[in-house]
T-cell receptor, first 111, second 112 residues
């Protein structure tokens, strides 16, 4: 299946630093979404970016989309301990009209 | 609002037993989904219902059946559980198909 693939898989940073993670996909998309999952909990939607958009912001989150490179990045600015979570990208790539998730990025913010 | 509610939260089964995972949403969403999450595998789509009255197979449907009982409820049934179905199961819903998904808290199933 054409899933998004996040990079890096794991990231450990100090509180206050920025965290950047990337997602790549293989075929054209209509939209790309980012989700957060705290340990033992369900996923929470963060941002949806459409294929005709290049950048979106939500609070301390910034998502970019480069359709020519088939990649997206999620930037968390001024990280907090509460940002410790796994982050997933999801795309409708692959032409099968399904939303497929990547394997996730584990981010640890050290107080 | 409760959002998406899944029951049960935990279940232990023996190989060959059957069970149904229940999911209900109170957001009047049209689409509902069942995913499973395994370590190192991310989330994989089992079945989905793009709208009330329709269901379709996802990436890993073998061994499962679903029922879209009404607009609110979408159940997942394991007819004869196997150890390979040990996983965390997530139900989700969205207002429009493949829009913003709202997830339940998960159902942790162990098959011995």
């Amino acid at each position: 299946s054409q899933q998004g693939e996040e990079d890096p898989q794991a990231l450990s940073i100090q509180e206050g630093e920025n965290a950047t993670m990337n997602c790549s996909y293989k075929t054209s998309i209509n939209n790309l979404q980012w989700y957060r999952q705290n340990s033992g909990r369900g996923l929470v939607h963060l941002i949806l970016i459409r294929s005709n958009e290049r950048e979106k912001h939500s609070g301390r989150l910034r998502v970019t989309l480069d359709t020519s490179k088939k990649s997206s990045s999620l930037l968390i600015t001024a990280s907090r301990a509460a940002d410790t979570a796994s982050y997933f990208c999801a795309t409708d790539a692959g032409g099968n009209n399904r939303l497929a998730f990547g394997k996730g990025n584990q981010v640890v913010v050290i107080p | 609002n409760a959002g998406v509610t899944q029951t049960p939260k935990f279940q232990v089964l023996k190989t060959g037993q059957s069970m149904t995972l229940q999911c209900a949403q109170d957001m009047n969403h049209n689409s509902m989904y069942w995913y499973r999450q395994d370590p190192g595998m991310g989330l994989r789509l089992i079945y989905y219902s793009a709208s009330e009255g329709t269901t379709d197979k996802g990436e890993v449907p073998n061994g499962y059946n679903v029922s879209r009982l009404n607009k609110r409820e979408f159940s997942l049934r394991l007819e004869s559980a196997a150890p390979s179905q040990t996983s965390v199961y997530f139900c989700a819903s969205s207002e429009v198909y493949i829009g913003e998904l709202f997830f339940g808290e998960g159902s942790r199933l162990t098959v011995l």
